[in-house]
């Protein structure tokens, strides 16, 4: 990520991480190292690392790590104590694990960071914690949604205080907790999940192929599933939903291209529109079958008792024209 004239090009992960980088005065450090190596992102690991040397300078190579704080704490070792690296005791991963969970708690993304001379001794650096808000009028539309029958999910890759947290502030957990996590549904066997699956509303620490698995689930127990999403890694559950809809403006050309439909302002209230005129158009369709049927079965049932009883036909070819002509023509125009 790069940031041009007060805005974030790339990443809204990485320009937050910059941001913060700028206000400690720490954004020109980048210039004194060379990266020689990176291990990239997967939602499987959950964290990434570099290998970087310094510049013009004779000294040993350093990886920076950051992401999960469970996975990064594994490859540590040692932790900061104001500039000095300390053996990193049972008490103090619990003592960060206890600040982490109060970080997520607050509705925070948390990241851990981590450096050192190889993995798996590395020295932890500390926890940064990312707000990433609602968009406006989401906790509305989902109101709204819930109210009209649709149920919405959340599926997250967050940690659960996090998740849970920024579920109840968009108010899709509002009263009973139900949260399943990504080692649950790896675990669970299709059946069971697709039993269960209706009265969960919130998925954490999930990957890619869990998506999938939720939506086959949600489908199997009979739901119509539309699903958003603007990442690379959400391409397969786009064109695995009923209906995918991607962001046209945060989302990739890989969303877009996987998705039934694009909001092109990302606004998730959108969806409510597409669905009243969805709901709109299956309505009228509904009604005016059964206009036609109604008035097509009353026709034929005339004309069939008259035959039965040898009566003369009731209607001729105009009269039977005409009656077309009055019972198609008005309703065609609703």
């Known amino acids: 990520a790069v ?43 959950k964290w990434m690392a570099v290998k970087c040397a310094l510049k013009n300078q004779d000294q040993e190579d350093i990886y920076f790590m950051k992401g999960a704080f469970k996975e990064v704490m594994q490859h540590c070792t040692m932790f900061n104590n104001g500039g000095i690296a300390l053996p990193l005791t049972p008490q103090q991963k619990a003592s960060y694990a206890q600040e982490e969970k109060c970080m997520g708690s607050l ?3 948390v990241l851990a960071l981590a450096s050192g001379p190889e993995l798996g001794r ?3 650096l500390g926890l940064v914690g990312i707000i990433d808000p609602p968009r406006e009028g989401v906790r509305e539309a989902i ?21 849970l947290a920024i579920g109840k502030n968009i108010g899709i957990c509002n009263g009973k907790i139900n949260a399943m996590s990504g080692e649950e549904l790896e675990n669970i066997d299709d059946s069971t999940l697709s039993s269960r699956i209706k009265n969960v509303s919130i998925f954490f620490r999930t990957s ?17 599933v539309g699903m958003t999403g603007d990442g690379v890694n959400d391409a397969v559950a786009l064109k695995s939903a009923d ?51 109604s008035t097509s079965i009353s026709a034929l049932s005339l004309i069939t ?30």
């Open 3 to 45: 940031i041009r004239k007060a805005a974030v090009m790339g990443q809204p992960t990485e320009g937050a991480l910059l941001a913060l980088a700028m206000k400690m005065d720490l954004d020109d450090i980048n210039d004194t190292y060379v990266r020689t190596k990176e291990i990239p992102f997967s939602s499987e690991q």
């Open 107 to 109: 509705g925070l993304r």
């Open 122 to 124: 590395l020295t932890f």
């Open 143 to 163: 109101e709204v949604l819930n109210g009209s029958g649709v149920a919405v999910k959340m599926i997250t890759g967050d940690a659960f205080e996090t998740a």
């Open 208 to 224: 890619p192929k869990h998506k999938v698995k939720i939506i086959k689930a949600l489908q199997k127990a009979g739901a119509i």
């Open 243 to 293: 209906i995918g809809i991607a962001m046209g403006r945060a989302g990739t050309d890989v969303s877009k291209e996987a998705a039934n439909m694009i909001l092109v302002d990302d606004n998730f209230s959108a969806i409510i529109h597409a669905i009243e005129e969805g709901k709109g158009i299956f309505y009228n369709i509904k009604n005016f079958v059964r206009f036609q049927l």
């Open 305 to 334: 008792l008259s035959t039965i009883f040898n009566l003369p036909n009731p209607l001729n070819a105009m009269q039977i024209l005409w009656i077309n002509i009055i019972m198609d023509g008005p309703p065609a125009q609703r």
